[in-house]
């Protein structure tokens, strides 16, 4: 266990940890031997170029794509294959995606009470109660009768947000939650994010944003080819990065 604690960075317990993860997509590797570790209450931000690996190393997290070889850990506990023992983890894993992925034909509170009846067995009135709840955190609570489509993309991605805390997860994952939103929707997003790191939930968050990075995360870690290159707290990786790799990639972006 000491071998993960150190690599979560900062002496935290280790609440995910991937050890030796390779994955294929038929002859590309993209995934190269990666080992990670992140702490209970740590925000992890995965940046780097189109094609490095960020999104299918976040998707492996909680099964959505398996691995070839390897090994990941969520809690102390091996990632089941699949069955029951997959689904009830997958409920500790909360998950946002690029593409809100809510259901259309469903209200917008019944998308984030859905989860923990189901799933958890909660009752409905102690879930509609807990879904008003988060709502009125991210901001969308006046359009809980209203259905995805009557939303903007920024409100129907808090509504993803609140869906996914609705669960009650140990360890948030966001695969570039704002990439496909208007510029002016960005931000509100963002500030969701910024407001659920600060109040301590454990995040891994692939995106684009680097000043969401730079404000959020206890580390930044940059990824080039499968591999992770390069990893440090933000002030230290924006302002000295060590590689030629990152430091190629950061002029590019923090020029524009």
């Known amino acids: 266990m000491t071998t993960s604690q150190e690599r979560s960075g900062d002496g935290r317990e280790p609440l995910v940890v991937l050890s030796h993860v390779d994955k294929h997509f038929g002859d590309l590797h993209v995934l190269k031997d990666v080992d ?9 931000v995965v940046i780097g170029p189109s094609g490095s690996g960020k999104s299918t190393l976040c998707r492996t997290i909680n099964r959505l794509e398996t691995i070839d070889s390897g090994t990941i850990e969520i ?4 990632l089941p294959q699949e069955g029951k023992a997959l689904a009830r983890l997958r409920a500790d894993v909360g998950m946002v995606f690029q593409a809100f992925n809510l259901f ?3 209200t917008v509170l019944e998308n984030v009470t859905l989860g923990p009846v189901r ?13 008003m709840e988060l709502l009125e955190r991210v901001g969308v609570a006046h359009q809980a009768a209203k259905f995805p489509a009557q939303l903007s993309g920024g409100q129907q991605q808090r509504v993803a947000i609140a869906r996914a805390l609705a669960m009650e997860p140990k360890v948030m994952l966001f695969d570039e939650p704002t990439s496909a939103l208007d510029p002016e929707m960005i931000n509100e997003v ?4 910024t407001d659920l ?14 000043g969401f990075a730079r404000r959020a995360a206890d580390r930044v870690m940059f990824m080039a080819d499968g591999e992770i290159v390069e ?7 924006f302002t000295a990065p060590r590689t030629e790799r990152a430091k190629d990639f950061l ?3 923090l020029s524009h």
Not at 36 to 44: I, N, T
Not at 75 to 78: C, E
């Open 190 to 193: 963002l500030e969701v994010m």
């Open 251 to 253: 002029s590019k972006i």
């Open 197 to 210: 790191a600060t109040s301590g939930m454990t995040m891994v968050v692939v995106t684009h944003e680097m």
């Open 119 to 131: 799933v958890r067995g909660v009752g409905r009135a102690e879930a509609r109660s807990r879904a």
């Open 36 to 44: 990670l570790a992140v702490g209970r209450g740590e925000v992890v």
């Open 104 to 106: 259309a034909h469903k």
């Open 75 to 78: 809690d102390g506990r091996a």
């Open 231 to 237: 990893q440090a707290e933000p002030e230290q990786f």
